[in-house]
């Protein structure tokens, strides 16, 4: 291996993970927070209500309870098991790894200030997510999980929810620590698959042949479809993938914001996740009709010439 090239890997993978690590830490701190001091309940009371106004407290959820895709599921789950109807539960299940203030603010860093990255994201997440909860709570009132589900286990990706069942708050001392266990192991979690993100962007630019880039990168048609599968089996971390994606600047703008959409929906933690949580049907309702909307509405978006 070159030892320039690999130079310049390094010096790529560690400025990634050096701007991303302070977003995702202040992203698994946050969430740690509200899963220790405030719950599911929150939701739960707000969302018996008709099914439009359950979707938009759902599709909004994440900015009073910041969840990253990688502990959606679980916590959906037990919404679900709680009452919340499937037209806010799948709205906030999809869209509150985006739509939170973790989020958007490390996507405006990422993109150095722009705030039309930021819009064009939370649209992107948006639309799918009210589609999907509009069909999904209209379908009827069988329940969404699977049937054989072992219900009294909430299996996650470390996320702390250790108080998010009970009725009374922890002590002071018991909550802060809670809190700090449930942040250093999301962190370590995620951190991860950060890492291993920032990794798949370095050999994207030094390791692959300029001429494959060029002919993948050059046309919208193949960017977008690329770009979406690289989501998908980076698995990055919603909180920090703008960095990854920014990283990327070969890509036409469509296609990193198809990236930055499909990712908080659909990747290699969420597949297997719907598939053992949801009914079959759902489930590949789930992983079928976000990565449909977002092909849509970013092959428009860059065919229309809507952005720069």
């Known amino acids: 291996m070159d030892q320039s090239a690999f130079a310049v890997f390094a010096a790529i993978v560690s400025s990634i993970v050096i701007e991303a690590a302070p977003f995702l830490l202040l992203g698994s701190l946050l969430s740690s927070i509200i899963a220790v001091y405030v719950g599911d309940k929150a939701l739960s009371r707000l969302a018996r209500k008709r099914l ?64 039309e990255m930021v819009a064009w994201r939370v649209a992107l997440v948006l639309v799918p997510a009210a589609m999907l909860g509009w069909a999904l709570g209209a379908a009827g009132a069988e329940s969404p999980l699977r049937p054989a589900l072992d219900m009294a286990h909430d299996a996650g990706c470390g996320c702390c929810h250790a108080h998010a069942d009970q009725q009374a708050r922890p002590s002071i001392g018991q909550g802060l620590l809670d809190v700090l266990r449930g942040t250093g192991r999301e962190f370590l979690d995620m951190g991860m698959f950060l890492i ?51 990283s990327l600047s070969m890509f036409p703008p469509a296609a990193l914001l198809a990236f930055l959409a499909i990712g908080p929906m659909l990747d290699l933690k969420l597949i297997p996740a719907f598939l053992a949580v949801f009914r079959r049907k759902i489930a590949l309702v789930l992983i079928l009709a976000p990565a449909t909307a977002v092909y849509l509405l970013a092959m428009g978006l860059g065919l229309s010439g809507a952005l720069p």
């Open 52 to 115: 439009p106004v359950q979707i938009a407290l759902g599709l909004f959820a994440g900015l009073l309870l910041p969840t990253c895709e990688c502990g959606v599921v679980p916590v959906t789950r037990r919404l679900i098991r709680k009452g919340v109807p499937a037209g806010a539960a799948f709205p906030f299940m999809l869209a509150a790894p985006v739509v939170n203030p973790v989020s958007m603010a490390s996507t405006w860093v990422a993109f150095q200030g722009s705030w």
């Open 196 to 246: 291993l993100g920032a990794c798949a962007a370095g050999l994207f630019k030094v390791f692959l042949p300029q001429e494959l880039l060029a002919a993948v990168s050059g046309s919208v048609w193949t960017a977008v479809p690329a770009m979406m599968l690289a989501a998908v089996l980076m698995s990055v971390c919603s909180e920090a993938d703008a960095f990854v994606a920014a």
